[in-house]
């Protein structure tokens, strides 16, 4: 999916443009941005990073950068647990994404990938006396998971790891071997994404995406202590739901059977934007199709990203 494919030889200017990504300090070709086998990211996932997702308007003939600061803040955090100070702020990164996009000049939706990693060349497990360095790349990007139709999900044989074992609230790129081992198992299984439990078996959330479930007219979500990211989505939906529907949202601890009784289940994220979950574990949630609720959300999220919802045009950063 990231595959860049620029050097082809055989490609023309026009089908592939050339990328950028901001690299050690500077604008560079992509596929100039590489780093050695000896990195200690790559030896040990010693790496932190983000998803941030750029919307196309063709109407306003505009992209739209969504979040980008509460995502350049949460990087921060996220490297601060790593022990790595990242020497640009929030608003130093999102202009340079902005700068990049803008050179990338592409008129379509992209997906936007920062890393700040451990760049020393060294052998040795551990996280202090490392240097660091950000890398921030752009790529077209459509569906991640079905939004519309509705996704069959399976509650993992996986446990989502534990925050004493390694934080889920950062977003680490090692720590991600545990929700690929449980997107490959149900995808593998036959069913579309994981629903992943915490040590004590308690709903914690998708493989790359916070849950939500609908009961009773109100919105319930796994607690920040339940080992979840704390998903920027995650928030945005609750806001919507609050200003939007005047739906309740309510931050506790799930039970696995809460899962098949619910009115509406539904998972997001910036990947995934809001996908509902119509089946978990051969059981039909609701009436086995997507619900009112996320229904609602879903029509009220994708006009704000695209910035035809006024009242929430501050998430958004123009590009051009
Ligand atoms: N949980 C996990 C494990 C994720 O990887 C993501 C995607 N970043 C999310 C939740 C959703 O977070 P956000 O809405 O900030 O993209």
Redesign the pocket.
């Known amino acids: 999916m990231l595959k860049q494919e620029t050097s082809s030889p055989t490609a023309s200017a026009e089908t592939t443009p050339v990328l950028w990504a901001f690299f050690r300090g500077e604008l560079v070709p992509l596929a100039d941005a590489r780093v050695s086998v000896m990195t200690h990211a790559f030896n040990y996932g010693t790496a932190v990073f ?2 941030i997702r750029a919307y196309w308007n063709g109407d306003e003939q505009q992209l739209f950068a969504l979040d980008l600061v509460a ?1 350049y803040e ?1 990087l921060k955090s996220s490297a601060r647990l790593l022990m790595m100070e990242i020497p640009y702020g929030p608003d130093e990164l999102a202009a340079q994404t902005v700068d990049m996009l803008r050179r990338d000049g592409l008129r379509e939706d992209v997906y936007i990938r920062p890393i700040v990693y451990k760049s020393s060349e060294t052998i040795g497990v551990r996280l202090h006396n490392l240097d660091a360095d950000v890398v921030i790349f752009g790529v077209p990007f459509g569906q991640y998971i079905d939004t519309e139709g509705g996704i069959r999900a399976q509650v993992s044989t996986w446990r989502r790891t534990d925050d004493n074992a390694i934080p ?1 609230r950062g ?1 680490i790129t090692g720590a ?1 071997v545990n ?1 690929a081992l449980a997107k490959s198992e149900a995808q593998l299984n036959g069913y579309d994404e994981a629903i992943v439990l915490t040590q004590d078996g308690h709903v914690s ?6 849950l939500f479930i609908v009961k009773g007219g109100k919105l319930i979500t796994p607690a920040v202590t339940d080992n ?2 704390e ?4 928030r945005r939906m609750m806001q919507l739901a609050r200003e939007r529907l005047e739906v309740a949202s309510e931050e506790r601890t799930i039970d696995r059977t809460e899962l098949y009784t619910a009115d509406e289940v539904f998972l ?5 934007q809001i996908s509902p979950v119509v089946e978990i574990d051969r059981r039909k949630i609701g009436n086995g199709r997507p619900g009112p609720i996320t229904r609602q959300l879903h029509d009220v999220y994708f006009g704000a990203v695209r910035g035809r919802e006024e009242a929430y045009r501050d998430w958004l950063t123009p590009v051009y």
């Open positions: 983000e998803g995502h949460r889920a977003k991600y929700g959330e998708g493989s790359a995406e916070n979840i990211l998903g920027i989505t995650r997001c994220g910036t990947g995934a």
